[in-house]
Every structure is written in C-alpha cells, then in structure tokens.
C-alpha cells in the first residue's frame, strides 16, 4: 500500500475514535455520575399552601434540580431560566449561572402538596477534553477521509 492511503486510514480511524469512540464515553461517564448522585440526594418535603423551598447557586458552580410535585396541583418555579417562570408538576433544570441566584419551587395553591427534589453543583472536570477532542476529531475525519481517497485514486495510476 501507498503511504498516502496509509496515512489517510490512520487519520481517518484516529478520528472516528476521538469523535466516536472517547467523547461518548467520557460523556456517559459524567452522565452517570450526575444521575446518581441526584439520586442519593432525594429529599421529600410537604409544602404548605404559599410556602416555597429555595435552593441557592452561584457562579463558581453548575447546578442540576429535579423535582417532582406528587399531587395535580403544580408548583410554580423561579429563577430557571431561559424562562424566568413556569408551572409543572415535575421537571429538570440545568443551570450555569453566571452570577448568584436561587431557585424557588413554590405552592401557590391553597392545600398541601408533597415534593420529592433532589439538586447537586456540578463542575465540568473534562469540559476542555470534550471540546478539544470534537474540535480535533472531526477535521481529523475530513482530511483523513480526503488523503485516503486520494490515496486510493493515487494507488490505481
């Protein structure tokens, strides 16, 4: 074989493993570290009629909330954006803040409801891998797509 084609293939396999292979494996694992720790932080609280729970954050964390409401009437959230106020039985906010803040879960009807929330700050430990490993990844797929059929056609005269 010709070592253009040569080097196209490794280029072209380096590629699909950085892209394909690395970045949903350290993608999975994050995920998993999220999902149980929200897990092992579930707390179950009965709220009043017009009473809230408020879960402060800051700038130096992400934050991960989930909640949710056991009875039809749906709470009110504050301070999750984009929307700066919804209305829902359950949900899940992700929010990277870029100053200080809380989110309030609050009863606004006039009977008790009980919540089941659970929230953790999280810091992106491989943030900047995840970005260079896309952002090497993928022009490493292009050119080593080019150089291989390049090669091939070089091989073929």
Known sequence: MKPLLVIGIVLLVVGLVLVFGL??????????QITSELNSHITSKSLDANSSIEIPYNASKAIFVLYY????????????????SSTSNSGVYYIIPNGSGEIVLRNN????????????????????LIGILILMGIPLLIIGAFVTIFGFLRRKK
């Open 109 to 128: 009807w006039s009977e008790p409801v009980n919540v089941q929330y659970s929230y953790i700050y999280y810091t992106l430990k491989y943030g900047d």
């Open 69 to 84: 409401n056991s009875s039809k009437s749906p709470l009110e959230v504050l301070g999750a954006p984009p929307n700066s």
């Open 23 to 32: 970045f949903p494996y350290i993608d999975s694992q994050a995920s998993q």
